[in-house]
């Protein structure tokens, strides 16, 4: 079936830091006929990169914690979330440059070599932002700063560190809530069963 989106019109309704974009739609429906125009608010927030880092040497996982206003505001948990090193991209900027400059800035390690995990819409239902998801190894002699994050961008970042075992539990047990450190460490998983 040839699907058609016809779009009758759409404006930024909110133009800050994101942008929200309101646009009025028509759409093949699946018994092929067109849809009456739908409003739709999409989240313009960009594109995004993330990473898994894994320290060759020490055999350990370097995630990070931060607060996460969205999740202390939604009222499920403190608002402190462990998570893979992520950032958005700046404009026209490649993925791979983008969390390579993040892993430095937030981990303090120089990457080179980048494995992709997958691509794919965080929340496509309100949302365009589609992140690259990366695993990245490294070892001391990788290690060049502190990290911690951007003083400039009020980041404060503390750095943690898993053994294999202890990211498995914390997954298990349920303290792993972002879905983009779900999906790599259940990635990186698989990865180690099918070379063991």
Not at 176 to 188: G, S
């Amino acid at each position: 079936m040839n699907k058609k989106v016809i779009i009758d019109s759409q404006r930024i309704v909110y133009d800050d830091f994101f942008q929200i974009e309101e646009a009025f739609v028509r759409r093949t429906r699946f018994d092929g006929t067109l849809s009456e125009p739908m409003r739709i608010l999409n989240f313009e927030r960009g594109n995004g990169a993330a990473a898994l880092v894994y320290n060759t040497e020490t055999e350990r996982v370097i995630l990070i914690n931060q607060f996460r206003y969205p999740t202390y505001a939604n009222g499920q948990g403190p608002g402190w979330i462990v998570e893979v090193i992520a950032g958005m991209l700046n404009h026209g900027e490649d993925p791979q440059e983008a969390i390579r400059r993040e892993i430095m800035e937030e981990a303090g390690y120089q990457v080179d070599q980048l494995t992709p995990i997958t691509t794919f819409y965080p929340s496509p239902g309100g949302s365009s932002e589609c992140l690259f998801l990366y695993y990245a190894e490294v070892d001391n002699r990788r290690k060049k700063t502190d990290g911690g994050g951007l003083a400039d961008e009020h980041e404060d970042i503390e750095i943690v560190e898993y053994s294999l075992p202890e990211a498995w539990q914390a997954l298990a047990a349920g303290q792993i809530v972002d879905a983009k450190t779900i999906i790599a460490l259940m990635w990186l998983r698989e990865k180690l069963n099918e070379t063991s």
